[in-house]
């Protein structure tokens, strides 16, 4: 158990070191860390802090020197410390997220999804690091494509079609409602990788292009195997 889980209002000064000056813009926001370190804890591989802090904090992270620079690396470290734990834990991940608009209204999941995605290819080729198993990862994570946009920019690239407008709106709010799933889901399928455990495997499972077994004549993917079902 992580001795010194940070608090609500460690959280907030957090968020209030990360627009300070000395990183003149360039620093992530809590959100997008909160994603992207979920992937490099969930992965297959571990990430340095080398690695995943300049991208994290930029430029000014070179200012080691500078107080607001230590005190912010030592809340992120234990905010890294924080979700790892939890993960492990099997306990639930409340993501953190911005509003789109001063409305307030909607939030902003695609950016949890596309930092969570970059996040993941810190740590190498996730696919190819999957090896058998590649395609139950890319199950998994077709919920934070959906929610990113990538999903269906691919599928209608392809020339296949997508979903109406009212079925998308269900289909993302369903995946945003589960998203801490979605992201527990990924990091048990690392770690039971690692341990050599099973992974989820479905016998006889339709190819995501084949004709869908339920016989509606749609593909596999688009039918019972759209995002919504994987989960």
């Not at 620093?27 to 591989?45: F, K, N, T, Y």
């Not at 912010?72 to 789109?100: C, G, K, Q």
């Not at 709010?173 to 990091?187: A, F, K, T």
């Amino acid at each position: 158990m992580n001795p010194a889980p940070l608090n609500d209002s460690e959280l907030d000064h957090l968020e209030e070191l990360l627009e300070s000056e000395v990183f003149a813009g360039e620093a992530m926001r809590l959100d997008e860390i909160q994603a992207m370190i979920c992937a490099i804890v969930s992965g297959p591989q571990p990430v340095a802090p080398s690695i995943w802090l300049p991208e994290v904090l930029g430029k000014g992270l070179e200012d080691a020197a500078n107080p607001i620079v230590g005190e912010t690396l030592e809340l992120l470290m234990r905010l890294n410390n924080d979700i790892a734990a939890s993960l492990m834990a099997e306990d639930t991940i409340a993501p953190v997220l911005y509003p789109e608009d001063e409305s307030c209204k909607t939030y902003d999941y695609a950016a949890w999804a596309d930092s969570y995605v970059f996040g993941a290819g810190l740590a190498g080729d996730w696919y190819e690091l999957a090896g058998k198993h590649a395609d139950d990862l890319s199950e998994l994570l077709e919920p934070l494509f959906l929610l990113n946009g990538m999903l269906k920019e691919d599928i209608e690239k392809s020339g296949e079609r997508w979903f109406a407008p009212a079925e998308e709106a269900r289909l993302v709010s369903d995946i945003q409602e589960n998203l801490p799933v979605v992201v527990q889901s990924l990091y048990n399928f690392w770690r039971n990788k690692r341990l050599g455990g099973t992974v989820r495997h479905e016998e006889a499972k339709s190819g995501r292009n084949d004709p869908c077994p339920c016989g509606s004549g749609r593909k596999y993917k688009q039918c019972c195997g759209r995002p919504d079902k994987l989960n």
